[in-house]
């Protein structure tokens, strides 16, 4: 009797509590990042999981929308001089970081110095600023030595590397180093004491946070947060993750395996959006200081050797869900070209055994790096193997997880002393919509992205870009570029894809645009 009754209690209990437990559930969003998490610095890195922790718990000063306009989000006002060289903002009220000291001028200029020293948008931006002021708490001036008319699509540059703003005291950090601490202004706070690098990264509400009160599109307008915290879940199996959002036990799943979309699809509980309408590219990316790619020849030669439809299909293989581009920028945008010099996208095994010849290639191995837990790139590396193999070059093909080579392609070592030659990843149609935004045209050397080209050629005519008046003009001289690259072989593009989201179907709000972004979601 006494143990049925203590049975009766506990059921009791258990049906009081239900209520409770299921509107905690409610306040946590449960998220499968697409990709391990190791690096927080979204100014060191131009990984994209590093740039959706930024979108979390930083703010910024313009937005770019879904159809590519850019709006003010951390600035209130800004007009320019007559002669275009001066630029002045204000900032809008209310803008506090997670420490609970205002945000300030000076905490601005100096975020946009370390940006300016690690991006290609951001590099060319420096050329032409003479000198950056802070009157007061509130406006900051920049002054140019030359027109620069592509200011405001540098400030809200959607992706990476965005313009975080952080403390100035943070934002002093030289863009050589990681920061050290995670402090924004944005509508997440980062919680470090329940950070557990591979496992979980967790993000709490930040109720002193304004949303402007425009509606959300892409990274502009009203930064609205329905619920209290957020989790980044890392599960490194597809099937696992599959397993979880099916079973309720996480919300999202930001990049499933193509092949899941069938099974997705049939799931009653689930729903695909997409986050990235205009797609993604997929590249390989050459470094250009060691042998054998610091030869150019030997790079056009892999270039030749490389064709799309190979990689398009052992990748993502489902009809309708790629498409072949051999134009550096997104097929269906403004630069899109299909004057691409020597490559056509297509093979060619024979012609490319030809170059390697008469460039004087040694049988130098190439360093490939194949990262085995990011699925959505995972078999590039494959078939890129294969296809420079069949044209006459050893590969040695070193496999790793993603954040590994993250790490690792920010080595200049030598390939045989922890260094590499090549790698693949992936970029978002908004990265690569024109020459400045394009991390792979940043050719300054050393201080340019990981690959380290230094061509002047390239570099002065993203100068000239940047100062056109016309769009006539910037087309014709996002060709010229387009062109010098192709034939100083900065990379190869390999073809667009598309790769939705997969939600629990009480999951509501995502917002599409030129980054992963998550706020405005409600979970009902």
Known sequence: MKRRSLFAVAALSAALLAPFAAQAQAKTLRVVPHANITILDPIWSTAFVTRNHGYMIYDTLFGTDLAGKVKPQMVDKWNVS?????????????????????????????????WTSRDSFGGVLAKSVESYAAPDAKTFVIKLNKPFGVMLEALGKPSSN????????????????????????????????????????????????????EAPDGTTGGKHVNVDRVEWVIIRDPQTQFNALVAGEVDIVEQPTFEQYASLKAQKDIQLVDAQPAGLQFILRFNHLHAPFN????????????????????????????????SMYPCGTPFASDKTGIYNGMADPKKAAEMLKEAGYDGTPVVL????????????????????????FKVDMQQMDWATLVARRAKKDAPAQGGWNAFMTAWTAGDILNPLTMAMMNAAGDKGWFGWQDDKQIEDLKVKFAQATSDAQKKQIAEQIQ???METATHVPLGQYFNPAALRKNISGLVPGGAQVYWNIKKN
């Open 295 to 326: 030869n150019v020849k030997i790079r056009q030669a892999a270039m030749v050797a490389l064709g799309q439809e190979a990689h398009l299909k052992t990748q993502v293989g489902a009809p309708g869900m790629y498409t072949f581009c051999k």
């Open 483 to 485: 062109l010098r690259a």
């Open 162 to 213: 965005v313009l975080f703003i952080m403390p100035a005291r943070i934002a002093a950090t030289p863009g050589s180093e990681q920061i050290k601490e995670n402090i924004g202004s944005g509508p997440y706070k980062f919680v470090p004491g329940e950070y557990k690098p591979g496992e979980r990264l967790v993000y709490v509400k930040n109720d002193k946070y304004k949303p402007r009160s």
């Open 82 to 114: 007559k002669d275009n060289l001066t630029w002045t903002f204000t900032l809008r009220d209310g803008l506090e970081f997670h420490d609970g000291k205002a945000v300030t001028s000076e905490d601005v200029v100096a975020s946009i110095k370390r």
């Open 369 to 392: 790096m194949r990262p085995t837990d990011l699925a959505a790139i995972a078999k590039l590396p494959l078939v890129a193997k294969q296809q420079l193999e069949a044209a006459g």
